[in-house]
């Protein structure tokens, strides 16, 4: 019988391209979004699929969702700096209320859930690279701690349901990813420096750009989360491209593959930006038989096509963070 799978988050980056998969994997999904930091253009193609329902809804309240459903994938959430600044309260919710709400929706149907955790449980990390038994380096009062302290307690109430209820859990802990559908103004590296890039504007280097960041194509990492959720493993596993780059390097990269004749410029390094990451994958490869594919300049090529097909009004639209 079709296997049907609610996906949160799902106008979001991820969550969009998730759909995608499953729809291809001949799955019913069910995308539910609040379009808080979501836009519903990263879904509108799946609109008139039969196999496509969207509910508009915020997860943080009570969540229901009529019929079967066999799988959930947990991936509502502002996941970028900016967002944090601007909806700390609603970032902090989603990941507590919403994965609580989640997990007792996921008892209540039966269904397998995978949550989506992030690299930002390490936070500045002081062991390079991280394994997933690293506990981190978090300020619970900084920024970035409402991220961070939310996924810090999703992860903690995704196991306790799993070791009290027997939940069917599964956690994956994503490392930077990039791709088409990124949000062109959510301040993250990438979007900023092409977004600068075809606008004619310099390239805003934070720090010194000295921070080391490894970038995933997103096709990756959908194939890892696909893996993950198939197989039988219930503690957490990275999912990132080990390849590691400066921020400044990258930048440089930027330039070169868009021909721009702007130049790097640095501002201030924000609060408690993490100066090392990379993740060891050794589980995702012993456990799901997973490496990333795609390397950056392909994955980047196709990201840099995809932000240059965009109308001239919305890279227009996305300078005023910067100014
Ligand atoms: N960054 C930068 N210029 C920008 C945006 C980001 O130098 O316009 C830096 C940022 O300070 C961080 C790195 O790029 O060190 C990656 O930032 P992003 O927001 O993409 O991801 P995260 O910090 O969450 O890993």
Redesign the pocket.
């Known amino acids: 019988m079709t296997k049907r799978i609610l996906i949160t988050g799902a106008a979001g980056f991820l969550g969009s391209h998730l759909c995608d998969r499953f729809i291809q994997e001949g799955y019913q999904v069910v995308g539910m979004d609040n379009l808080i930091t979501g836009d519903l253009k990263n879904i509108s193609h799946l609109f008139k699929l039969r196999e496509f329902d969207f509910y508009h809804h915020d997860v943080s309240k009570f969540v229901h969702v009529p019929g079967k459903i066999d799988y959930i994938l947990h991936f509502a959430s502002p996941a970028?700096?900016i967002d944090y600044l601007k909806i700390p309260i609603q970032t902090l919710k989603v990941g507590s209320l919403g994965t609580h709400n989640l997990l007792g929706f996921a008892l209540a149907k039966k269904a397998r859930i995978l949550v989506a955790s992030t690299s930002e449980v390490y936070g500045d990390p002081l062991v390079h690279p991280q394994n997933e038994d690293y506990w981190g380096n978090v300020n619970p009062i900084g920024p970035r701690g409402v991220y961070d302290e939310a996924k810090r307690f999703q992860e903690a109430i995704t196991m306790a349901y799993h070791t009290y209820h027997k939940l069917e859990t599964r956690i994956v802990r994503i490392f930077?990813t990039y791709g088409p559908r990124m949000r062109l103004n959510d301040?993250?590296?990438?979007p900023?420096f092409i977004g600068q890039a075809l606008r004619g504007e310099d390239l805003?280097?934070?720090g010194d750009?000295s921070?080391s960041?490894s970038f995933c194509y997103v096709d990756d990492l959908v194939e890892g989360i696909f893996r993950l959720l198939h197989c039988d493993y219930a503690k957490p596993v990275n999912i990132g491209n080990p390849v590691e780059i400066t921020?400044k390097q990258f930048a440089e990269e930027i330039i070169k593959l868009t021909g721009t004749t702007q130049k790097i410029v640095y501002k201030p390094?924000?609060q408690d930006?993490?100066k090392q990451?990379q993740p060891d994958i050794t589980r995702a490869k012993e456990i799901l038989g997973w490496t990333p594919k795609v390397s950056r300049e392909e994955g980047l090529k196709i990201t840099y096509e995809y932000f240059k097909s965009l109308p001239p009004e919305e890279l227009k639209r996305s300078a005023h963070r910067f100014a």
């Open positions: 970028s700096p930077n301040g993250r590296a990438l900023a805003t280097v934070f750009g921070q960041r921020i390094l924000p930006d993490p990451r």
